[in-house]
């Protein structure tokens, strides 16, 4: 139900109506749209919504630069996305670093895998300095997309920065409580929230709650929970010698996989996934440190072995959960769940903010105001969300089930997995289709989901033929037995996480 606060003001001066939203914000504390949390997806909703005339309200509960170990390797998708945003330029003057690709090492064997070279985005080509890479390996000139690894912190200071510099933008270190209902119709109208130790209240004609992964909110909205089978520990490795400057390394081999990526002129991210209840990083084995040290640093390219040691000697050691949160409509009046706190994924691909910069494209375009005049119009709004819902799943479900499904295969702990993960390497290797499609996908440039599937039982049919050809000729027929076990566990790998994503 439309439900218009304030009076109409359709015969106004701009700048006059400009002024009068202005004092709404600041002296009623009341916005056409109140955004809870200024991380990626907050900040870039703000300026998308505040570019399109909206009034809003952006609460923080901490405008310091955060120190995180997330959100370093933005993908070209992301790029693109930001681009679109008006925000490509947050990307300067923030040491960051260009990233051609991947370089995936599997038992010391390396592939390299470049992003697609002019690969179509929307229908259209990827513009601007993404283009701008020639690829040196294959001696051609054609032109690759490229995304950006950096510190998160100066990252997110500079989407900050662009969000209070827009005119009908206010950013307000909160910290929101509780949401605030109508007691007409319990529809969500603001939220409650703690300001330098006072209590306030913030309202708006819609409430965006993007409060990240351990959301305070959600749970009022859902009975399910994020599902976390690893955790991420982060170190900071100084002057790293890495195996392929400029590309994420994804390190293969007994034990779950290892990420290292540049985020600044000297400094590289380590993100090892350390799975629940290994035993090599339990107390007797001195815990998470002795499993770096004993099972980790063996298994390293040897150039980056000594900035890893002297990381987990000098670090103080910091992990994330990786969790696990498929989508879900929102169905509450007057209130919008997103980012982190609707839909996460492993971080293993890298692909979070490349989802959260589309999501504010997409839902901006949706609730523009030619489409959605009033924001308060809750029905309109529900509306909406629904085709938001499935509209972003070209992307999002992409990078959800291929994040879920890489991990499986990467992280392998039976010999099925085991067989599917060494098909997948070698896959990789035979180059051309094999790479530019997975790595199209991961990069947030193909947003077809039939081509993840496609490429995911090529890999499941290739991975038996290997198993098959490997090992002693009279044993074929046993193996080619067996190797139904095999593609029977690529089905158990992937259907749950398709299964989810078809859920309303
Ligand atoms: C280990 C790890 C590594 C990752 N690496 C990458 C990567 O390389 N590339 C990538 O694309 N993605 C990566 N991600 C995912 C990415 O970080 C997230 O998808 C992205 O940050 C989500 O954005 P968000 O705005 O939803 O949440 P966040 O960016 O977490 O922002 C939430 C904001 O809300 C604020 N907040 C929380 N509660 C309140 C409250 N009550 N009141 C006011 N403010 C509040 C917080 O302070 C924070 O600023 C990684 C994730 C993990 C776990």
Same mark, same amino acid.
């Given at each position: 139900?439309?439900?218009? &606060?304030?009076? @109409?003001?359709?015969?106004?001066?701009?700048?006059?109506?400009?002024?009068?939203?202005?004092?709404?914000?600041?002296?009623?504390?009341?916005?056409?749209?109140?955004?809870?949390?200024?991380?990626?997806?907050?900040?870039? $909703?703000?300026?998308?919504?505040?570019?399109?005339?909206?009034?809003? %309200?952006?609460?923080?509960?901490? $405008?310091? #630069?955060?120190?995180? =170990?997330?959100? #370093?390797?933005?993908?070209?998708?992301?790029?693109?996305?930001?681009?679109?945003?008006?925000?490509?330029?947050?990307?300067?003057?923030?040491?960051?670093?260009?990233?051609?690709?991947?370089?995936?090492?599997?038992?010391?064997?390396?592939?390299?895998?470049?992003?697609?070279?002019?690969?179509?985005?929307?229908?259209?080509? =990827?513009?601007?300095?993404?283009?701008?890479?020639?690829? #040196?390996? &294959?001696?051609?000139?054609?032109?690759?997309?490229?995304?950006?690894?950096?510190?998160?912190?100066?990252?997110?200071?500079?989407?900050?920065?662009?969000?209070?510099?827009?005119?009908?933008?206010?950013?307000?270190?909160?910290?929101?409580?509780?949401?605030?209902?109508?007691?007409?119709?319990?529809?969500?109208?603001?939220?409650?929230?703690?300001?330098?130790?006072?209590?306030?209240?913030?309202?708006?004609?819609?409430?965006?709650?993007?409060?990240?992964?351990?959301?305070?909110? @959600?749970?009022?909205?859902?009975?399910?929970?994020?599902?976390?089978?690893?955790?991420?520990?982060?170190?900071?490795?100084?002057?790293?010698? %890495?195996?392929?400057?400029?590309?994420?390394?994804?390190? $293969?081999?007994?034990?779950?996989?290892?990420?290292?990526?540049?985020?600044?002129?000297?400094?590289?991210?380590?993100?090892?996934?350390?799975?629940?209840?290994?035993?090599?990083?339990?107390?007797?084995?001195?815990?998470?440190?002795?499993?770096?040290?004993?099972?980790?640093?063996?298994?390293?390219?040897?150039?980056?072995?000594?900035?890893? #040691?002297?990381?987990?000697?000098?670090?103080?050691?910091?992990?994330?959960?990786?969790?696990?949160?498929?989508?879900?409509?929102?169905?509450? *009046?007057?209130?919008?769940?997103?980012?982190?706190?609707?839909?996460?994924?492993?971080?293993?691909?890298?692909?979070?903010?490349?989802?959260?910069?589309?999501?504010?494209?997409?839902?901006?375009? /949706? /609730?523009? *105001?030619?489409?959605?005049?009033? $924001?308060?119009?809750?029905?309109?709004?529900?509306?909406?969300?629904?085709?938001?819902?499935?509209?972003?799943?070209?992307?999002?479900?992409?990078?959800?089930?291929?994040?879920?499904?890489?991990?499986?295969?990467?992280?392998?702990?039976?010999?099925?997995?085991?067989?599917?993960?060494?098909?997948?390497?070698?896959?990789?290797?035979?180059?051309?289709?094999?790479?530019?499609?997975?790595?199209?996908?991961?990069?947030?440039?193909?947003?077809?989901?039939?081509?993840?599937?496609?490429?995911?039982?090529?890999?499941?049919?290739?991975?038996?033929?290997?198993?098959?050809?490997?090992?002693?000729? /009279?044993?074929?027929?046993?193996?080619?037995?067996?190797?139904?076990?095999?593609?029977?566990?690529?089905?158990?790998?992937?259907?749950?996480?398709?299964?989810?994503?078809?859920?309303?």
């Amino acid at each position: 139900m439309a439900h218009h &606060r304030g009076p @109409r003001h359709d015969l106004m001066p701009l700048s006059e109506k400009r002024r009068l939203a202005k004092d709404r914000r600041q002296l009623h504390h009341d916005a056409d749209v109140v955004i809870v949390g200024a991380g990626i997806l907050g900040c870039a $909703l703000a300026v998308a919504l505040g570019n399109q005339g909206r009034s809003v %309200l952006l609460l923080e509960r901490s $405008l310091k #630069e955060p120190d995180r =170990i997330v959100g #370093e390797l933005l993908q070209p998708g992301g790029v693109a996305a930001l681009e679109k945003l008006g925000l490509r330029d947050c990307l300067e003057e923030i040491d960051a670093v260009k990233v051609f690709g991947y370089d995936v090492i599997y038992f010391g064997e390396e592939v390299r895998i470049s992003y697609p070279a002019n690969a179509l985005h929307d229908g259209g080509e =990827i513009e601007g300095d993404e283009k701008s890479h020639t690829d #040196e390996m &294959r001696g051609t000139k054609r032109k690759r997309p490229e995304g950006r690894s950096f510190h998160h912190g100066r990252f997110i200071q500079r989407l900050r920065q662009k969000a209070m510099e827009k005119e009908n933008v206010e950013v307000v270190e909160a910290t929101a409580t509780e949401l605030v209902r109508s007691e007409y119709n319990g529809q969500i109208v603001g939220v409650e929230a703690t300001v330098k130790g006072e209590k306030d209240c913030f309202f708006g004609g819609l409430t965006i709650i993007a409060d990240g992964y351990a959301s305070k909110f @959600r749970k009022e909205f859902r009975e399910d929970a994020p599902v976390v089978r690893s955790k991420f520990w982060g170190l900071e490795l100084i002057d790293a010698k %890495l195996p392929m400057p400029n590309h994420g390394h994804v390190i $293969l081999g007994d034990g779950a996989p290892v990420l290292l990526y540049q985020i600044g002129t000297h400094e590289t991210r380590a993100l090892v996934d350390v799975p629940d209840n290994v035993p090599s990083a339990s107390i007797a084995n001195g815990g998470v440190k002795g499993h770096l040290k004993n099972v980790v640093l063996p298994s390293l390219p040897a150039e980056v072995r000594p900035s890893f #040691e002297a990381a987990i000697d000098r670090d103080r050691l910091r992990s994330m959960p990786n969790s696990w949160l498929p989508p879900t409509t929102n169905k509450q *009046p007057g209130l919008v769940i997103l980012g982190d706190a609707m839909n996460m994924r492993h971080p293993l691909t890298g692909g979070g903010m490349t989802v959260a910069f589309n999501d504010a494209v997409m839902f901006s375009e /949706l /609730l523009s *105001p030619t489409n959605v005049p009033m $924001l308060d119009d809750t029905d309109l709004v529900l509306k909406q969300m629904r085709a938001f819902h499935w509209q972003r799943k070209g992307l999002s479900s992409v990078i959800n089930i291929l994040a879920q499904a890489l991990y499986s295969l990467f992280a392998a702990d039976d010999s099925q997995l085991k067989a599917l993960q060494m098909g997948c390497f070698h896959y990789f290797k035979l180059g051309g289709n094999c790479i530019d499609g997975p790595v199209g996908l991961l990069a947030g440039i193909i947003r077809q989901p039939f081509v993840l599937f496609y490429h995911f039982f090529a890999v499941a049919l290739y991975a038996m033929w290997i198993y098959i050809m490997t090992g002693s000729p /009279l044993l074929i027929p046993v193996r080619m037995l067996s190797s139904v076990g095999v593609f029977a566990k690529a089905c158990v790998v992937i259907f749950p996480y398709i299964f989810s994503e078809l859920r309303t």
